[in-house]
């Protein structure tokens, strides 16, 4: 039989060891974010029944998980609050002593500058109609009205202590507007994480019972991205650093993997990437029927969302998923 030189790739794979000096893909506890959801007026911890192992959290439980995920060396946290009451503006929004205003002061106490404290701010879980702004007499999210809700949200979410704010609205021109309402209230120094790209998904379901927020007519079409577009991502990402974004975000993850490959190319900003409710949700039921190794799909989503190019990523698993990189290395 002739001899060849033959091409190998198997040299490379033959050992766990040997696979570990050549993985280019690492994740590190530090690149996750933890989402939490804090709920204004409850004694216990309330359960998400679309997301097994979530929780609405009071104020004293957030303290305690915002503990145990900076002892993981999780890098941060950002805070949904739903509160007790909702009117047509969103006032619980930027009410000094609002739910999310509190646990963001509480955060701060309980941790300091050890994690990334970020706020959420967007209207949809502070309004009685579960939309993002203010709404006009057809129902239609008015935009500029609304980034003044979104400018004095921001001062709030500042003075309670927030290291970032993270619009997730997609109204056009929040990210300026937030920038100089920051620095015109004394704030030049609070970070802005722009959930730059946001496409109007299905995988927000499970999320929505968690905040509270679901829209109670329409839905999000008229401003959040449409899936079907690929170039427009690219245009709200550039659009938000211009702005001032000092971070973009991908929303949501695992059917937009191409969308964080391209926005990672184009800007020179960290790119996030949320990992959403309905993502988390879709593996932990598939896992609960025996269909799914849980913590084998967990690490691999992971690992592709950082193989796209997101360098953080907002991640309901985001302690759990600290603690397992922690044991194997
Ligand atoms: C609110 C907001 C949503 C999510 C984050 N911020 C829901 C929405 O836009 O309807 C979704 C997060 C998730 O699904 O985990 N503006």
Redesign the pocket.
Same mark, same amino acid.
């Given at each position: 039989m002739t001899q060849f030189p033959q091409v190998r790739l198997r040299r490379l794979r033959r050992t766990p060891a040997i696979r570990r000096l050549v993985a280019e893909t690492t994740l590190h506890p530090a690149d996750f974010v933890l989402?939490v959801f804090v709920k204004e007026g409850i004694a216990e911890p309330q359960p998400i029944s679309s997301m097994p192992g979530v929780v609405q959290h009071t104020r004293d439980s957030l303290r305690k998980a915002a503990a145990e995920a900076a002892a993981a060396g999780v890098g941060g946290l950002i805070v949904?609050g739903v509160p007790a009451g909702k009117d047509g503006r969103g006032s619980q929004a930027d009410d000094p002593d609002g739910i999310s205003q509190q646990a963001i002061a509480d955060l701060r106490a309980e941790t300091g500058d050890d994690l990334v404290v970020m706020a959420?701010l967007?209207l949809?879980?502070y309004t009685d109609h579960g939309h993002?702004g203010v709404l006009d007499e057809e129902g239609y999210v008015v935009n500029d009205q609304t980034l003044e809700r979104y400018a004095s949200t921001a001062i709030a979410q500042a003075r309670a202590g927030a290291h970032m704010v993270a619009p997730?609205?997609m109204m056009d021109g929040q990210v300026g507007a937030l920038r100089i309402a920051l620095d015109s209230a004394g704030y030049a120094d609070v970070a802005i994480c722009a #959930?730059a790209v946001?496409y109007a998904?299905a995988?927000?379901?499970?999320?929505?019972e968690?905040?509270e927020?679901?829209?109670k007519f329409g839905d999000?079409g008229s401003h959040?991205q449409d899936p079907r577009n690929a170039a427009e991502s690219l245009r709200e990402a550039v659009l938000d650093v211009g702005e001032g974004a000092d971070m973009v975000m991908v929303?949501?993850a695992l059917a937009y993997l191409d969308i964080i490959r391209r926005v990672a190319d184009t800007v020179s900003v960290p790119v996030a990437a #949320?990992q959403?409710?309905?993502e988390?949700a879709m593996a932990e039921a598939a896992a609960a029927n025996g269909w799914l190794d849980r913590e084998r799909v967990i690490m691999e989503t992971l690992t592709g969302i950082r193989r796209a190019g997101a360098g953080i990523i907002l991640t309901?698993w985001a302690t759990e998923a600290a603690r397992m990189i922690s044991a194997t290395t």
């Open positions: 989402p949904f959420d967007c949809c879980e993002c997730s609205g #959930y946001k998904s995988f927000y379901g499970p999320f929505r968690a905040a927020g679901a829209p999000r959040q929303k949501p #949320y959403v409710s309905g988390f309901y």
